[in-house]
């Protein structure tokens, strides 16, 4: 399979080497290298796509510990993630990480913080989740987080049989119940929880996509990640799932909340392949983790 490796030269041949010392992964599929050293095509915009979703998906659980799961403000969570995974600060993150310099256009910043998307989103098509997980741990999430203290632990709770009945009927078998037990309690717990799963129902849809429907554009694939990911779809899961026991079972945000605790539960309780198998079905789509099949590859 990497035959193509064995008769690089020129201009290429450094980029590629660039690109592997960057990821830290050597790509087995020529089509996704030449995505990111030529970010252009609908290829690598779909890379992109699934890329920006993984990121967050990685960087949400580790970001969430960064205040204590009494605090009831969001906004730290929220600023330090906008400080991350900007446009701008990824492409500055792409120099600083020593990726290729694209040779075909004058990049952009922002275009070249969609190449450290992609990268991510590449690396799970080759390679796998973990894979994944790892380059946007050594491109983003550890730099990123780094010198900041994190608390440790579940929050102090018990466990909550709906929301681990739930877990195990979409695929997860609870480790810690104290997860559970915080998502259903309501309050800063939950909404932490939830922030995290939003991003890991995301993920998993995207990655999905990306399996499903092959020759789907970007924008394609947003509308309908919009969609499937609402309030409103999502809080008839919740009812589904008999997540819903207290409140105005009509307030979709609310009740969407449930469920989107349900997936941040699993996540820190089992970690982000755990999250997106509970995510997937909740979505009732395809669990992705990646690799995929090289016949499912498009835009080459």
Do not use: K
Request: hydrophobic share 45%.
């Amino acid at each position: 399979m990497t035959g193509w490796r064995d008769h690089l030269e020129g201009e290429f041949a450094v980029d590629v080497g660039h690109l592997d010392r960057a990821l830290g992964l050597t790509l087995q599929e020529r089509a996704y290298v030449e995505a990111l050293v030529d970010p252009r095509g609908p290829l690598f915009q779909r890379l992109e796509y699934v890329g920006d979703a993984l990121l967050d998906a990685v960087l949400l659980p580790s970001l969430v510990l960064v205040e204590p799961w009494t605090g009831a403000d969001l906004s730290v969570v929220s600023d330090e993630q906008q400080s991350l995974v900007s446009g701008h600060a990824l492409g500055r993150v792409a120099g600083r990480r020593g990726l290729p310099d694209v040779r075909a256009f004058a990049a952009s910043v922002h275009r070249l913080g969609d190449r450290i998307e992609a990268a991510i989103g590449a690396a799970w098509a080759d390679a796998g989740l973990e894979a994944a997980e790892e380059v946007a741990t050594r491109l983003v999430v550890g730099p990123g987080l780094s010198g900041l203290a994190r608390w440790a632990g579940a929050p102090g709770a018990g466990g909550d049989v709906r929301y681990e009945a739930a877990s195990r009927a979409c695929g997860h078998e609870p480790g810690i119940v104290g997860w559970y037990g915080a998502a259903a309690s309501g309050g800063a717990a939950r909404r932490r929880l939830a922030m995290v799963g939003n991003a890991v129902l995301e993920a998993a849809f995207s990655t999905a996509q990306y399996v499903d429907s092959p020759w789907a554009s970007e924008a394609e694939m947003s509308e309908e990640r919009r969609t499937a990911t609402s309030n409103a779809l999502l809080a008839a899961r919740a009812h589904d799932l008999h997540l819903v026991t207290g409140g105005d079972p009509t307030d979709r945000r609310s009740v969407a909340d449930e469920v989107q605790a349900l997936v941040g539960a699993a996540t820190m309780d089992g970690g982000t392949r755990a999250g997106l198998e509970v995510a997937s079905g909740v979505l009732r789509r395809t669990f992705a983790p990646g690799p995929v099949d090289a016949a499912l590859r498009p835009g080459t």
